[in-house]
């Protein structure tokens, strides 16, 4: 069965840090790059960082600089490092597998909440 689990969000202040993490079912981490999405109320759902099979990854302009993903291939599990936390960035945060057009490739997991307020 595919799996998608989020975890590692939580309330944190402007200026913050966290990270959080995304196992995988195998199916979905060897074959596919993966990535990181977010969903703020009354937005649509945005794709935040990428990283590929060979580690290669990509950002969104609104967090270059501040947020870090990786992936590790003996865990079946990507991360999402994130610093310098804004309150625009408070949203649910996702991760899904990531075909080359862009578009993810599997159903959507349950996500975990990132708030960032004072």
């Known amino acids: 069965q595919v799996q998608l689990v989020e975890s590692g969000g939580d309330l944190v202040q402007p200026g913050g840090s966290l990270r959080l993490s995304c196992a995988a079912s195998e199916s979905i981490f060897r074959v596919y790059a993966m990535g990181w999405y977010r969903q703020a109320p009354g937005k649509q759902r945005e794709l935040v960082a990428s990283?590929?099979?060979?580690?290669?990854?990509n950002y969104a302009d609104f967090v270059k600089g501040r947020f870090t993903i990786s992936r590790d291939n003996a865990k079946n599990t990507v991360y999402l490092r994130m610093n310098s936390l804004k309150p625009e960035d408070t949203a649910l945060y996702y991760c899904?597998?990531?075909?080359?057009?862009?578009?993810?490739?599997?159903?959507w997991g349950q996500g975990t909440q990132v708030t960032v307020s004072s």
């Open positions: 990283i590929t099979s060979g580690g290669i990854t």
């Open positions: 899904n597998g990531r075909y080359t057009s862009g578009r993810y490739t599997h159903p």
